[in-house]
């Protein structure tokens, strides 16, 4: 669940230089991000929205005076989406002013209505975040009464499971958040975690980075041993870094009451129609009947636990590219299911790297899954400039092929090219190249699909427009090349070569006349005919073979088809 706080001050409506947005503009469109993106990904995620330091109040009972909860605690929808619309802009700023309004601030308040949200909810939660953007590093004004408030609720929530980040906004001579947001945060749960960052967010695409950084909670695909000698184990997560992205699949609805339809799946006997039971359905062998029961068949697919059992080490220029056979997830330390899985992690992750080395291990990531050999590349960690992890340490597992995987190709024989063509596109790749970054291309079809969706949920007139990323610049790519591509062409192709047009057509042969083409004569023996005939093999003879075979043999036949012609021989040969 998350929980956004949003510390609401005349500072936030101030805006930047060269009409930079304001600070509450800016964390009304990174709200409305957070909510769409949430519709798509994770739509069972509980998001709540909540202003303090207003003059109005509006909570459940009306319990704290200066908290508006904006939103209650539920799933996000269209509605949600339009309400935080609502506040972006100058009209926002003013239906802001019109409907919070600026009163005194208490943390405290702020964060027990926060606490009574929680508690509603009957849902078992998986997790808790609560986040807090505000551009004040002293709420309270110096109020140590209300201070030691704030610090005794946020010690409280932080006991319950409760994560509570700061996100702290650019304010005129800086942000110090060891006057007082130091003991409220959380600390980071883990080296991954994003913790406690010193700069304040000055820029709308920082603010969205980090709000994504913290937002994101991290789903490990399987959790397993990684069994480094006898009795030494450290407990390890695998996670998928990247996913492809589709179309959701469509939900049937009941006609009349517009819900979705639930499909459930029962076997029947094929001649009594009694419903089976699980443990009344059998497994058998094709060919001859051995019945195995299901716990059987689970046994003999079991190669042993789930697991990683390290092999050995081997230098990282044995590691090829060719060994490539799957995507790759990612291998990061569990300190929560055996104490010390972190250091030994970062140990061995640290030698690996220092060496040059892959840990080659084999892997059963789930029961009953067949044995593969991986090998764990060492990957160290990354920031950018403003301290956001850009890639996390730990271990990329990469999936290596058998031999049977490997097979050999029979290439066709093409005309090499010459030294000096070779030279020429070397020249064209060297000016066409650029920095890939998967994430400055999307895919234009979900795009749209989603751009689609969004229109028809908020009653838009239009969908917006989306930039189809994955077509080439051809202004950019000719302005680049210049005269290389002229130069190759003629390198390579011949004078006045044209690629887009048509080739011409064929001519026709001077002895049909203009007319249709001449089949070829289909010549067979009458000895080769009656050869087929006793081996009964004439179906292995092509329709226009047959009809020849029937001339020669003096059959008159009508019929066409090469059963009819068959029969036809057949009678004429045996009479």
């Known amino acids: 669940i998350y929980i956004y706080n949003i510390f609401h001050h005349m500072e936030m409506f101030i805006k930047g230089e060269d009409g930079a947005p304001s600070n509450f503009d800016m964390t009304m469109q990174v709200v409305r991000t957070v909510y769409t993106s949430k519709i798509i990904s994770s739509h069972r995620d509980l998001i709540a929205l909540v202003f303090y330091g207003t003059e109005h109040s509006k909570n459940p009972n009306d319990t704290f005076k200066h908290v508006y909860v904006y939103h209650d605690l539920d799933e996000p929808g269209a509605k949600r989406v339009q309400d935080v619309d609502a506040l972006r802009g100058e009209k926002g700023a003013k239906l802001a002013a019109e409907t919070l309004g600026c009163g005194p601030s208490s943390l405290g308040d702020a964060l027990w209505c926060c606490a009574n949200l929680y508690s509603d909810i009957k849902l078992r939660l998986s997790h808790k975040r609560l986040m807090i953007f505000t551009c004040r590093e002293q709420p309270h004004g110096g109020d140590n009464v209300k201070d030691r408030q704030a610090r005794t609720k946020a010690s409280d929530l932080k006991e319950t499971g409760v994560v509570i980040d700061l996100i702290h906004l650019m304010k005129p001579g800086g942000f110090d958040v060891s006057l007082f947001f130091r003991d409220i945060v959380s600390p980071p749960e883990d080296e991954s975690e ?108 079991k190669f042993d ?121 070397k020249d064209i790749v060297t000016k066409l190249r650029f920095k890939y970054k998967s994430d400055a291309f999307e895919n234009p079809v979900i795009q749209k699909h989603y751009r689609n969706l969004e229109a028809l949920a908020l009653d838009m007139m239009a969908p917006e427009e989306v930039e189809d990323l994955i077509m080439p610049k051809v202004e950019q790519i000719d302005r680049r090349l210049g005269s290389l591509v002229d130069e190759f062409k003629n390198l390579v192709y011949p004078a006045n070569y044209n690629p887009e047009s048509k080739p011409a057509a064929k001519r026709k042969t001077a002895d ?16 080769q005919i009656k050869v087929h005939v006793q081996n009964g093999t004439l179906g292995k003879l092509t329709v226009p073979v047959l009809k020849e075979a029937c001339k020669q043999f003096g059959v008159r036949t009508t019929g066409t088809k090469k059963q009819e012609l068959i029969d036809a021989l057949m009678d004429q040969l045996s009479s």
Do not use: W
């Open 194 to 301: 994003l913790g406690l960052q010193l700069e304040p967010c000055e820029k709308l695409d920082d603010l969205q980075k980090r709000v994504r950084a913290k937002e994101q909670k991290k789903r490990a695909t399987a959790r397993i041993n990684l069994c480094l000698g006898d009795g030494l184990n450290v407990a390890v997560g695998l996670y998928a870094t990247a996913v492809t992205a589709r179309k959701p699949p469509p939900v049937k609805l009941y006609r009349e009451s517009n819900e979705a339809v639930r499909s459930k799946t029962r076997t029947f006997h094929t001649q009594t129609g009694s419903l089976l039971l699980p443990s009344e359905i059998k497994k058998a062998q094709v060919g001859k009947q051995i019945e195995m029961e299901k716990d059987e068949v689970d046994f003999i697919k």
């Open 512 to 527: 049909s006349g203009g007319g249709a083409e001449k089949k070829p004569k289909v010549e067979v023996s009458m000895d």
């Open 305 to 425: 636990d789930p697991g990683l059992v390290l092999m050995g080490f081997k230098p990282m220029e044995k590691l090829k590219l060719h060994h490539h056979i799957k995507p790759s997830v990612f291998l990061y330390p569990e300190e929560g299911e055996i104490k010390g899985s972190a250091c030994l992690f970062s140990a061995l992750l640290k030698k690996c790297s220092e060496k040059n080395v892959y840990a080659l291990c084999r892997c059963i990531a789930r029961r009953n899954n067949p044995p593969r050999f991986v090998a764990l590349v060492p990957q160290n960690e990354e920031v950018d400039d403003a301290k956001v992890q850009i890639n996390p340490p730990g271990f990329n597992v990469i999936y290596l092929p058998y031999a049977d995987d490997v097979r050999t190709l029979d290439l066709p024989r093409c005309t090499s090219a010459s030294q000096e063509q070779v030279d020429k596109m």
